[in-house]
């Protein structure tokens, strides 16, 4: 799988998943980020990062996973 595909499908799950987190209270998010971060590890592995990048990207979609989430939740109001 290429990167560019593997960056695709990333940005589609964290999307989905964004739109279900918005929709579940505060307090119930956080088993879903560990998952994000969980998924994304293994995906950015996967493409050749080493575990040490690959914990520090996955940590950093799930900045980017709750940023989305709030300008979801922005949007809605």
Same mark, same amino acid.
């Given at each position: 799988?290429?990167?560019?595909?593997?960056?695709?499908?990333?940005?589609r799950?964290?999307h989905g998943?964004?739109l279900?987190?918005?929709a579940? /209270?505060?307090?119930?998010?956080? /088993?879903?980020?560990?998952?994000?971060?969980r998924? *994304? *590890? #293994?995906?950015?592995?996967?493409i050749?990062?080493? /575990?040490?990048?690959?914990?520090?990207?996955?940590?950093?979609?799930?900045?980017?996973?709750?940023?989305?989430? #709030?300008?979801i939740?922005? #949007?809605?109001?």
């Amino acid at each position: 799988m290429s990167v560019e595909t593997a960056l695709a499908q990333l940005l589609r799950m964290i999307h989905g998943r964004a739109l279900n987190l918005a929709a579940l /209270p505060d307090d119930e998010r956080d /088993p879903y980020y560990d998952s994000i971060r969980r998924s *994304c *590890c #293994g995906a950015a592995e996967h493409i050749g990062q080493s /575990p040490d990048n690959a914990a520090i990207t996955a940590n950093s979609m799930v900045e980017f996973t709750r940023a989305m989430v #709030g300008i979801i939740e922005a #949007g809605r109001r």
